[in-house]
């Protein structure tokens, strides 16, 4: 593994890992992490990859882990700027260095929302989609949608508004988050057409220009995906991709254990060869 920085084009240093393999087989994979989600998370996942021949791309976005200041109060970051910054940065790496190279990309929650948001998404020739929806509270089990109405509408603002940043951790979800991206998050939860307005608050927005296949994972034990917020996902962000569905059972896990996160945790390793089949 190598440790790479690279620099957004408003100079911000976005901490990067390569994972490359002995033999390689001209394919490279970007991974978008999801929410709150440290890079670290996909290691064992991106190392299993290149064993497999696989060149492997690791970053961890503006504000979260080792690519966030010293203190996140009144720090400028938004998911809006992670696809139209963070993401572009590590797609112009790819072009500089992997000309000759097979392109994919893994989204992982957000990590798919945002590739709408930079133009440079046509360079993949297949999207890996894990755990990913129009996150509306409309499109969630009721129970689940009961804790993300009063956790988004009333705690994160609450929050937010005397910290200067989300405490996520503090409620389960991950790492803190810059402001920006927490009330981002927050129009995923609370705004009808969630992704799509993201998509509407850019300059511009390239996800009904995206035509590749795009190949959809979801557990069956995860709590926060459905599949009426991945066909709302699919048919309104992005309407023009050529999507296969694929739902992992508990079953399928040697801990039974899925969730929003696990598919990347070692003990499921006999899962990966989901992916490794597609690519």
């Known amino acids: ?21 002995e033999i390689s087989n001209g394919k490279v994979l970007l991974i978008n992490s999801a929410t709150g989600v440290k890079q670290q998370v996909y290691f064992s996942f991106a190392k299993y990859l290149a ?25 400028n970051a938004s998911m809006r700027i992670w696809g139209t ?19 994919f990309c893994l989204g992982h929650s957000v990590g798919a929302l945002i ?14 989609f894990v755990g990913t929806q129009d996150a ?16 988004f509408g009333v705690a994160l603002p609450a929050t937010t508004k005397l910290l200067g940043y989300f405490p996520a951790h ?15 998050w927050r129009t995923l939860i609370l705004n009808k057409k969630s992704t799509s307005r993201l998509f509407e608050k850019i300059e511009n927005d390239y996800s009904k220009t995206l035509t ?20 709302s996902l699919m048919n309104k962000g992005y309407p023009n991709l050529k999507k296969t ?8 896990s040697p801990k039974r254990e899925i969730g929003h996160i696990n598919f990347f945790r070692s003990f499921n390793k006999i899962l990966w060869n989901i992916v490794l089949d597609e690519l």
């Open 245 to 252: 569905y694929r739902e992992v059972k508990v079953s399928e």
């Open 212 to 231: 590749q296949e795009a190949f959809i994972i979801h557990a069956e034990d995860d709590p926060w995906v459905t599949k009426k917020g991945m066909e």
């Open 51 to 75: 064993e497999n021949g696989y060149t492997v791309l690791t970053y961890d976005y503006r504000g979260i882990n080792e690519s966030k200041p010293q203190n996140l109060k009144g720090f």
């Open 136 to 151: 509306y509270i409309g499109n969630l089990p009721w129970k689940v949608a009961v804790t993300a109405f009063f956790g």
């Open 115 to 128: 590739l709408g948001m930079n133009e440079d998404s046509i360079i993949f020739e297949k999207f890996i």
């Open 170 to 184: 503090f409620f389960g979800l991950g790492e803190s988050l810059p402001k920006g991206v927490a009330y981002d």
């Open 85 to 103: 910054k963070g993401y572009k940065t590590l797609t112009n790496f790819i072009k500089q260095n992997y000309q000759n190279y097979r392109k």
């Open 1 to 21: 593994m190598k440790e790479l920085t690279l620099k957004t084009s408003d100079n911000f240093p976005l901490s990067v890992k390569l994972f490359e393999p």
